[in-house]
């Protein structure tokens, strides 16, 4: 089972392994580190609760966002990472605006 299946009572029993790493969303941690990957990123904006993402999406949503300059990211080891506290400031520059 893979890590990003999460088991609900309103997932479809139907859902394939590969459909459900692209559209079910992993176990949201009670607690954030201070460096998230994008789908913890994407969590800690509330974007797994909008209805309109599933993790995919939400790729493309935070690489939008890092093309335009609102949001930065760290990239090492060939991955991208967050940090909590520019998660912080692009929350608080779109509540600015």
């Known amino acids: 089972m893979s890590k990003w299946q999460k088991v609900n009572s309103t997932s479809n029993p139907r859902l394939t392994l590969s459909q ?3 559209s079910c969303w992993p176990p949201r941690p009670e607690r954030f580190a201070e460096l998230l990957t994008p789908i913890e990123a ?9 209805g ?11 690489n939008y ?8 990211a760290t990239k090492f080891a060939r991955r ?11 929350l608080q520059n779109k509540t600015k605006k």
Do not use: I, S
Request: proline share 2%; charged share 35%; glycine share 2%.
């Open 52 to 62: 309109n993402h599933t993790p995919q999406t939400t790729m493309r949503t935070l």
């Open 20 to 22: 459900c790493e692209a």
């Open 80 to 90: 991208v990472w967050y940090l909590k506290e520019e998660l912080e400031r692009f």
């Open 65 to 72: 966002w890092r093309d335009r300059g609102d949001l930065r």
């Open 42 to 50: 994407a969590q800690y904006l509330r974007l797994d609760e909008t």
